[in-house]
């Protein structure tokens, strides 16, 4: 069992930053490959990012591609998403999730956590 809790978002302006955490429990952590999910409103959950359970190997949906970055401290059983040239059509809730591999993690994650809310404002 994986427990998500994520921090990090809030208000930004067009063209600044944020980094959002995602702290897991369970000594299983630097098992599971690790990834962000977003959903806007009105809009279905989408795709973001991945890293391997190694941190070796990250995926990234295309747009974001430049501009987020993905990492994990498995010391910590925390995943980052770096989050740069913040554009207004990026707010939305972010969410963490696990899984056993990046291949079935974006297709369906294992584990969620309960999302927080970035806003870009223009």
């Known amino acids: 069992q994986v427990q998500l809790v994520e921090s990090g978002g809030g208000l930004v302006q067009a063209g600044g930053s944020l980094r959002l955490s995602c702290a897991a429990s369970?000594?299983?952590?630097?098992?599971?490959?690790m990834g962000w999910f977003r959903q806007a409103p009105g809009k279905e959950r989408a795709f973001v990012a991945a890293?391997?359970?190694?941190?070796?190997?990250?995926y990234y949906a295309d747009s974001v591609k430049g501009r987020f970055t993905i990492s994990r401290d498995n010391a910590k059983n925390t995943v980052y998403l770096q989050m740069n040239s913040l554009k207004p059509e990026d707010t939305a809730v972010y969410y963490c999730?696990?899984?056993?591999?990046?291949?079935?993690?974006?297709?369906?994650?294992?584990?969620w956590g309960q999302g927080t809310q970035v806003t870009v404002s223009s």
């Open positions: 369970g000594r299983t952590f630097g098992t599971y490959a």
């Open positions: 999730a696990a899984g056993v591999a990046v291949t079935t993690l974006k297709g369906q994650p294992d584990y």
């Open positions: 890293i391997n359970w190694r941190g070796g190997s990250t």
